[in-house]
């Protein structure tokens, strides 16, 4: 167990709609960052947040905004789905917000967009 | 831009047995990281070891070791005495020094492990 805790498991949806997914760091770090996995594309940065602030923005859509809020806690807002959006969405944190830290990934939230 | 390209989409290795998985990268920054991490079928990424390029020690986590040659660009992952449960999905991640959170991942090598 990472301690990063992600819900809900599974989500599956329509084209069109809206969803919000949420993560939980593990005690203590102040960093969350959201990862985007599908066959096609792999394993893709989406956005990073450190002590509420957005501090890195990889290739997230305009459709996808995110947020963290004073309890450290974030949420992934996708909106406008379309079918390619399916994928497993993680969420990460660390400590800190650079360079060596060690990641702690949570288990994933799997998206179906149908 | 830097990338992470992983050229064994599948592995396979007898139990006890020692496998090497590939990793090559392109980057034209001198400072930077390097990660292995496995996704077991439960989904969960793990990270299972980390070199830093300054270092020009290979990195060792119990079975897990590393071969970083950095003129090469090249950081393979050695498995010595491979167990059922070292099965799972390997990736090879780069990160530049500095920067906020942007690991970059390979495709990933799907290892297999044989009783």
């Known amino acids: 167990d990472s301690g990063v805790t992600q819900t809900p498991k599974h989500l599956i949806t329509a084209t069109g709609q809206r969803v919000t997914l949420r993560c939980s760091p593990r005690s203590g770090d102040l960093s969350v960052y959201w990862y985007q996995q599908s066959l096609d594309q792999g394993l893709q940065f989406l956005i990073q947040y450190y002590n509420g602030e957005e501090r890195a923005k990889g290739n997230i859509l305009e459709r996808f905004s995110a947020q963290q809020f004073p309890d450290l806690h974030s949420e992934l807002n996708l909106s406008s789905l379309e079918l390619g959006d399916s994928a497993l969405y993680f969420c990460?944190?660390?400590?800190?917000?650079?360079?060596?830290?060690?990641?702690?990934f949570g288990s994933g939230t799997q998206l179906s967009v149908l | 831009a830097q990338t992470v390209t992983q050229s064994q989409p599948e592995m396979s290795v007898q139990e006890a047995e020692t496998v090497t998985l590939s990793c090559t990268y392109d980057t034209s920054e001198s400072d930077y990281y390097l990660f292995w991490y496995k996704q077991p079928p439960s989904r969960q990424m793990i990270l299972v070891i980390r070199q830093e390029a300054y270092k020009q020690q290979n990195a060792t986590e119990n079975r897990f070791s590393v071969n970083f040659q950095k003129a090469a660009k090249s950081f393979s992952l050695k498995i010595s005495d491979s167990q059922l449960g070292d099965a799972a999905m390997y990736f090879c991640a780069y990160r530049r020094a500095g920067s906020q959170g942007n690991l970059i991942f390979g495709k990933g090598t799907k290892l297999s492990v044989k009783p």
């Open positions: 990460a944190s660390s400590v800190g917000d650079r360079g060596p830290e060690k990641l702690f």
